[in-house]
């Protein structure tokens, strides 16, 4: 639970203090093909795994893909991988 906390207090200061490219910045960049910063369902096509965790992703559900999005996911990921490091 505290490990939760601070991984969750570290997104939140990492995007207050305006780093340039997150993990979810570098995939917008890859897959975004008309330019508006976002990863719609059918760009999503184009990474397998982001695909299939589209609607899971797509947290408010207005069917595109912010970094920001991208970013909290990976983040839940990480930390879901580590059951030891509580
Ligand atoms: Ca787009
Ligand atoms: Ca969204």
């Excluded at 490990?3 to 897959?31: C, H, M, R, W």
């Excluded at 909290?72 to 030891?84: E, L, R």
């Amino acid at each position: 639970m505290k490990t939760f906390i601070i991984a969750a207090a570290l997104i939140v200061s990492s995007v207050s203090s305006a780093t340039p490219a997150t993990p979810g910045d570098v995939k917008v960049k890859a897959l975004d093909k008309d330019g508006d910063r976002m990863i719609s369902l059918d760009e999503a096509k184009a990474d397998a795994d982001l695909y299939a965790r589209f609607n899971t992703l797509d947290t408010n559900k207005d069917k595109k893909l912010d970094a920001g999005e991208i970013d909290y996911k990976a983040s839940g990921m990480n930390h879901g991988k580590n059951p030891k490091n509580k």
